[in-house]
T-cell receptor, first 113, second 113 residues
Framework: AQSVTQLDSQVPVFEEAPVELRCNYS??????LFWYVQYPNQGLQLLLK??????LVKGINGFEAEFNKSQTSFHLRKPSVHISDTAEYFC???????????FGKGTMLLVSP | DAGVTQSPTHLIKTRGQHVTLRCSPI?????VSWYQQVLGQGPQFIFQ???????GRGNFPDRFSARQFPNYSSELNVNALLLGDSALYLC????????????FGQGTRLTVV
């Protein structure tokens, strides 16, 4: 079965600093990977997805992620964070039938002034 | 265009009661998926429906059931509520059930006391 592991439950960072949120996946087949953001008391919003092609994926709000097959990773990065980026971030993988998402436990990004 | 709408946004139920949660997909979307997100965890897949047929079911007890109506809206029903059913219930809609193109609603926060 496919799975994802988010290595950090919480990442504190100062405003305008760079950030990396880590995600490792486990799969014996080709993977499609996603990052979602969840603001307090909100649903999930898609930040970006890797389906094929370039391993560097750009998403909304200045976020990007790099698919690394040799390290089975899909880390999320932003060069300069804002207070408004404070939220929970979820890495997810899709099953072979493309019908089910399996999520990690989430990483809480806390941006302080 | 309206996004995925879920109702109610919040509700409180007593152990042993029954609850019905509702989801209206984006216009033109024929598939609805349900996910449960317990506090501090990532969302977990419960059901997927496409064209009123169940296409997938996650590892949840028979107390959980769902259906999809001719207008593609969906209901999630939970019987004999337990404290552990307290969670945010998320609905996602897509055109054909392929989750690479899915959109999530804001969720229904269920508290069981």
């Amino acid at each position: 079965a496919q799975s994802v592991t988010q290595l950090d439950s919480q990442v504190p960072v100062f405003e305008e600093a760079p950030v990396e949120l880590r995600c490792n996946y486990s799969s014996s087949v080709s993977v499609y990977l996603f990052w979602y953001v969840q603001y307090p008391n909100q649903g999930l919003q898609l930040l970006l997805k890797y389906l094929s092609g370039s391993t560097l994926v750009k998403g909304i709000n200045g976020f990007e992620a790099e698919f690394n097959k040799s390290q089975t990773s899909f880390h999320l990065r932003k060069p300069s964070v804002h207070i408004s980026d404070t939220a929970e971030y979820f890495c997810a993988v899709i099953n072979s039938g493309y019908s089910t998402l399996t999520f990690g436990k989430g990483t809480m990004l806390l941006v302080s002034p | 265009d309206a996004g995925v709408t879920q109702s109610p946004t919040h509700l409180i139920k007593t152990r042993g009661q029954h609850v019905t949660l509702r989801c209206s997909p984006i216009s033109g979307h024929k598939s609805v998926s349900w996910y449960q997100q317990v506090l501090g965890q990532g969302p977990q897949f419960i059901f997927q429906y496409y064209e009123k047929e169940e296409r997938g079911r996650g590892n949840f007890p028979d107390r959980f059931s769902a259906r999809q109506f001719p207008n593609y809206s969906s209901e999630l029903n939970v019987n004999a509520l337990l404290l552990g059913d307290s969670a945010l219930y998320l609905c996602a809609s897509s055109v054909t059930g392929v989750m690479t193109e899915a959109f999530f609603g804001q969720g229904t926060r269920l508290t069981v006391v």
